[in-house]
């Protein structure tokens, strides 16, 4: 199976920008996993050429994945749940699989 690759479109979010980010920028998109390999640590997602100085980026839940920004990689990881467990705890990374899931995002920064 070939290694995931994330396509990503985006645009700025001027009308929302105008009444209330201020000095802040907006960004909002979709990142496309194309069904390939999703390997533990994450899929480069690099921001910076888009927002130099990123201070949040938010995911929602799609499919009972949910993902999170790696600031310090620039990569997106993707967690699960297994409510099975005996000791139900923090989200797992996924495993080495594949994801096929289109997911929006925001991203706010300077």
Do not use: W
């Amino acid at each position: 199976m070939a290694d995931a690759i994330l396509s990503v479109s985006y645009k700025e979010d001027r009308r929302l920008m105008d009444k209330c980010a201020h000095n802040f920028k907006l960004v909002t998109g979709t990142i496309t996993f194309d069904g390939g390999t999703y390997a533990t640590g994450g899929i480069s997602f690099d921001l910076s050429k888009l927002i130099p100085t990123l201070h949040i980026v938010l995911f929602p839940q799609i499919g009972g994945l949910t993902f999170e920004y790696d600031y310090t990689n620039k990569k997106v990881k993707a967690f699960y749940y297994d409510y099975d467990a005996g000791a139900d705890g923090v989200a797992i990374e996924r495993a080495t699989s594949a994801i096929s899931s289109v997911v929006p995002f925001l991203a706010i920064g300077k």
